[in-house]
């Protein structure tokens, strides 16, 4: 019976071209040590070589972080007016 593909976590695989890319070893010893083909560590570099700068080019957390807590006190702020209208409201109709 033939063996199942094995699906590889993007983490693993950029462990992997990591390795690949800093050359201490041959790909037949990385191959060896993370049990892949090296084929497959070859195309997985050449992946990480290619899309690398789609890390930079892309908005860092953070910055998604900060809009976002900007966005929720502007509307904080704005709930506590409607608040605050409301409750002036109610007690000039006496409710």
């Known amino acids: 019976m033939g063996r199942s593909r094995t699906t590889h976590s993007a983490g693993f695989k950029a462990q992997v071209a990591l390795a690949a890319l800093q050359e201490r070893e041959t790909l037949a010893e990385l191959s060896k040590r993370f049990e892949v083909h090296p084929t497959m560590i070859s195309k997985w570099k050449q992946e990480f070589v290619a899309r690398s700068s789609e890390i930079f080019a892309s908005k860092a957390p953070k910055d ?32």
């Open 64 to 95: 998604d972080f900060e809009e976002e807590r900007t966005r929720l006190f502007s509307k904080i702020g704005q709930l506590e007016m409607e608040r605050d209208w409301l409750k002036k409201t109610s007690k000039r109709l006496g409710l």
